[in-house]
């Protein structure tokens, strides 16, 4: 589906399984930083929120709770992300000498911190997924692997036009992904009917009759449903 579906159901399953100070935590915390964050980035890399916990609750050295910006479990590895800006990190000597003591006590408790300038990640977000991308490629695996597990909800012939769609730089034409893929053009236009309904695919309405003639592609390229 697209990012602003899977987005709202992933924030709604968490604020449904979360009550008192870690419910407003997610409600306060997960703000247009982080929200493009996962948007910009991890949408991008995954194409999925399997995993991934937004404003993680966690104790640091005094046995004080505070939230993480994101977890990531994966394979029994615990990646936090921290979204850095100055505004919030910079200014205050204290908050920012705070906020390096939790990232080493997190260290030491065997979590894998991973710091992301807001800026950079706002002017550059190529450059913080492909850094990302290298960080976290030998979990990326584990990953798709416990998704498909946990949800397939596209067919074959459901994939083979998505994968279609993105060799044609989003675009797909039934007639012509008929051909490829050795099926009937009714069946393709069948099954692209159920990807629009699946969000997947968009219509294209041509001239004044807005006849489709084609549809594009929404989701991610990276995304586990894919395989």
Known sequence: MSFEIEHDKWIRWHLSRRHGERKDALLRGHGFGNKMFVEKIWWSLMGQFVGLHPEYEVLDWRGRSYFVDFMWNVGGNRFAFEIMDYGSHGKDRSKYRLDLNRGLFLQSQQFQVISIS????NENPSFIEAILRNMLAPYLASATEKYILVSRPFCKIERQL??????????????????ELELHKQTVIKYCRMLVQKDR?????????????????????????LL
Do not use: C
């Not at 807001?118 to 990640?121: L, R």
């Not at 968009?202 to 807005?210: A, N, S």
């Open 118 to 121: 807001y800026d950079e990640m």
């Open 201 to 225: 695919l968009r219509p294209v309405p041509t001239g004044t009759t807005g006849k489709i003639y084609h549809y594009e592609y929404l989701g991610s390229i990276q995304s586990p449903d």
């Open 162 to 179: 998505m994968r279609f769609a993105i060799r044609h730089n989003r675009v797909l034409r039934p007639p012509e992904a008929a051909r």
